[in-house]
């Protein structure tokens, strides 16, 4: 329980910080035991503008030949900065959900920055 409520300490640290623009949207992530999640959302409105996570549909060709979560977790932010690309977002600021900045968070960040988002 320890773990948890030190996770959402975090995360509200980081959200009085960092809040998404028009211009420059945040790019949430959550990581659960299995899969991980990522979403773009414009804070002024509340809109979530693109959404990606490992259970998607569309990734689910690309998730079988890739192995180990961290490949997994590269590969769904190189999909989700593609998908952000279409909708003509480029610059995003990187809320790390109160979770460590390395491992699966950090996979997803290489990929989505390798995929074209600048952060």
Do not use: C, W
């Amino acid at each position: 329980m320890k773990k948890k409520t030190t996770r959402i300490r975090a995360k509200i640290k980081i959200r009085k910080k960092i809040s998404g623009t028009p211009e420059k949207p945040r790019l949430s992530v959550y990581r659960s035991l299995d899969n991980i999640y990522a979403q773009i959302i414009d804070d002024t409105t509340g809109n979530t503008l693109v959404a990606f996570s490992s259970l998607n549909k569309e990734a689910e060709a690309d998730l079988k030949s890739v192995k180990g979560k961290i490949n997994k977790s590269k590969l769904i932010g190189s999909l989700l900065a593609k998908k952000a690309l279409e909708k003509n977002i480029k610059n995003v600021v990187f809320d790390r959900g109160g979770f460590r900045y390395h491992g699966r968070v950090k996979a997803l960040a290489d990929g989505a920055r390798e995929g074209g988002l600048v952060f």
